[in-house]
């Protein structure tokens, strides 16, 4: 197996994340990986943030609490993502983040164990991430704005109308709340 680098960040307790470090580092050996085909990284700023995300091969998310802002700006660098969704929301962010971008189910555990052991495979995957960067859900901004103008339009009308707050949901084409209202 070539090398895999994996951009891994950690946001722990200085005793948790020392501890991750070393399972990780542990069980990479127990599978074969050098320490030194896994690189750790720090904090940095924005541009330097996507661009060292984007030398990556994979980004493994982690579990307890998920990647929120790390996980859009790691999808944004065409960095497939493997992620392994639990009951709780903090657990469940990134796998809503892979699925927005219309790929999702490729970096959702189980499936996406199969990206670490094929090489081909994950350049297939960070290929179709490049192609679909500027046109997925996840990234247009115009839509989450409208669609989320449209969800105040129906709060409000609920509101106004004296019904209860309830459940509903925002579609595209919804001409009773369009956003420009």
């Known amino acids: ?3 895999l680098k994996i951009n891994l960040y950690l946001h722990a307790s200085i005793n948790y994340t020392r ?5 990780l580092v542990h069980d990479a050996a127990a599978q074969g990986l050098q320490p030194d085909q896994i690189i750790f ?3 940095a700023m924005k541009n330097e943030h996507i661009r060292r995300s984007a030398l990556a091969d994979l980004f493994l ?3 307890l609490c998920n990647a929120h802002t790390t996980g859009t700006d790691i999808l ?3 960095l497939p993502m493997i992620t392994l969704p639990l009951e709780k929301k903090a657990t469940r962010v990134a796998g809503s983040l892979c699925l927005a971008t219309g790929l999702g189910e490729e970096m959702i555990v189980p499936r996406a164990v199969s990206l670490a052991l094929s090489r081909p495979k994950l350049q297939a995957l960070t290929n179709k991430l490049k192609s679909v960067r500027m046109t997925c859900p996840l990234f247009d901004t115009t839509r989450w704005v409208r669609n989320l103008e449209r969800g105040y339009f129906k ?3 609920l509101h106004c109308s004296g019904q209860r707050p309830q459940h509903f949901q925002v579609t595209k084409n919804d001409l ?3 956003y420009d209202r």
Do not use: F
């Not at 501890?19 to 399972?23: A, P, Q």
């Open 1 to 3: 197996m070539g090398c």
């Open 19 to 23: 501890w991750i470090l070393r399972y």
């Open 41 to 43: 990284t720090d904090v």
């Open 61 to 63: 998310d982690m579990p």
């Open 76 to 78: 944004w660098a065409s």
């Open 155 to 157: 709060m409000w009308n």
């Open 176 to 178: 009773e709340y369009p």
